[in-house]
């Protein structure tokens, strides 16, 4: 068994990743940790808690931090997920469940002491919970056996930001805390807007999910309708880009994708706040700011065939119908 924490601002796309780790054979979710981003830290963590409820999570929700290590969080993106971050169904969530008495950083530096090398983080929100376990205990940093984020953009087939010309959302979100993150030498890799922007979940397939995925499919088929409908006004699309299910993907079968390895770092501040630049090790020479970093793996292509399969088939399995 995998042992994962998962890490998450839910969020219309995180809801549709949690019931894929949770459907996911061989996955033990340790807990989910929650932070603010497509809501605030109080809307998140009442999701996270609901969903968990819903899709049969038994573990934990230790809830994180409300803003970013530096500067403020800015309004949480109403148009993209709704005002209470899961497509302002008319029931809204609602959960008796309370969070854990350990704070998401606390939780997640006692779980990796308890489990070392055993524990995949799967982090699909902005980085400050990881930061934060790294400067409560940087001695996680060894034992952690693999970070997996949705984060970043990289300028690859085009893509290079979705709330900004070069900044994608969760790295955006607190460009110090992932520059942190990405410089500690555990091995993390970004599943950025490169490859997420390349895999787009058609409405058809999301009608077929509602059909073929019992109840937790037609809940996802009911909140997806708010985030489709984003896509067909902003993009032009019928239907979604696949961002957090994803990171996953990328866990359950990593030859979906291929990577390129190098240091990665993050703008911290100005027009360009949040951009993620990688040198490739293929170069000779390593500039400055790289250099003396760890080489972290990034998602340069993915096959989305295979990829909204695999989320197909494993979220529909044996689900009651
Ligand atoms: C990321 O930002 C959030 O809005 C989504 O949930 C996803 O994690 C995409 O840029
Ligand atoms: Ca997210």
Redesign the pocket.
Known sequence: MRKVIFD???????AM?LLFLKKSPNVEILGVTSSF??GTIETTTRNALFLCDMFGIDAPVAKGASGPLAGDTGAP?AH??GGDALGDLPTPPDTRRTPHDQTADAFIVEMVHRHPHQITIVA??RMTNLALALRRDPSIVPLVKEIII??G?FGIHGHSG??GPVT????G?DPLAADEVFGAAWPVTLVG?DV?QETIMSTAMVEQLGEHGGIEGKYIRDIARFYLDFHRDREGLDGM?V??SS?IAYMLEPTIFTTRRGPVRVVPGGIAAGQTIQVPDTRKVIPEPWANRPSQSICTTVRPKRLLELYFRTVTAQSAQ
């Open positions: 998450t601002d839910p969020g219309i796309d995180d990743a981003g497509n993106p993209v997920h699909v929100a949705m984060g953009a979705n709330v994608e959302a969760n790295i979100g807007l997420t880009f961002h957090d990171a």
